[in-house]
């Protein structure tokens, strides 16, 4: 069966799809992604286990050793030249340059890809690494590590378009490729095609549950971007499995609620944030978010719930540090504005007004 690299209309419907799990079936010989995922032996797979035991727990000097016996007794497996690098480099000094004169030496090889990639991996500048990697991609197309690489080359250049081309050719031919799945998706959030990023959260999230990071931006795709809160979720429960203290993931979970069409569970959870930190502005201002709109939808609700919307309103004044558009414009023009409208309705209503150069206590607002 012909491979992919000599199939371009092959290629295009895979990219078409932007991802195919399948076409590791069509692809046979070097071009197979266990090649380049397989380790030599026992001995390898035992070296490669320490180092990374090492490296997890930030050892990299111990590490530096085995993973240069690793890259030796399995050239073909790139991770071991990757961790190998990386750890060289935070370790730096007489290790980072023996890995440097390592690679510096490296011969290429007319059958693999795999030296010219891990060399490519230390040049330099940005130009020179982006030739080494069209080079490597015009001798062997289907080598997704290097699609993988020109990605978050572009992307860090800003040519989003190209870098999203680049990782989707890269999962195109090893659809378990988890980094590509996360760039991809962070990449299309930088673009601003939100829907298209949904599924490559969740095919990382699937292969690394236990990234917090990027869980957390999944959540705020989803309830801020996308307008799916009820999906968000599970996400949100599983950040608060992880730590129960979390006031990050609390806010987002009341966001989600609110935005779920329940204001005041949402409530509840902001209140109690506020009881551990009195003096979070952005949480002080969804709370007076909460009694201005939802909680308060005709005149009745109003007369009763205004007061503490405008006491809200005055604390994040209390507490704000503008430093962002969005916070300059709350603080100078629209929170000002939205009390004078509260204290204008309560006169109207011939009802108490609120001092508007008072600071409410947290009681206040409860």
Known sequence: MASCTNSSALLAVVLLLGSCSTLRHLVGGPQDPEHYET???ATAQQLFDTAMVHVDAGRDAAAVPLLQQLVQRSPEFVRGHLEYQDAAKRVGGA?????????RALPD??????????KARQLESTSSRLRALKEIQQRDGSFYYANFSLGRLLRSIGRLSDAVDSFRRA??????LLPAHLELAETLVEWGKYSEAQSHYENYLRGAPTDLAATRAFVHLLVYRLGKPHEA???????????AGDDAAWMDRAAALW?????EQALAIYLQV??????HARVLLDVAFLYFGPLAPDDASKQLLWVKAAKAFLLYQHFVRPEEGMDYFEHYVAVPFRVKSINDFLRAHQLQTVDENATPSLLDIK
């Open 39 to 41: 380790l030599q032996d």
């Open 95 to 103: 290790e980072l340059e023996q890995m440097r004169d390592y690679y």
């Open 109 to 118: 090889a007319a059958a693999s890809v795999v030296p010219a990639y891990a």
């Open 171 to 176: 999962l195109a031919y090893n659809g378990e």
């Open 233 to 243: 979720l599970p996400w949100i429960q599983q950040l608060l499995e992880r730590d």
């Open 259 to 263: 935005r779920d069409g329940r204001p």
């Open 274 to 279: 506020l009881d551990r930190r009195p003096d």
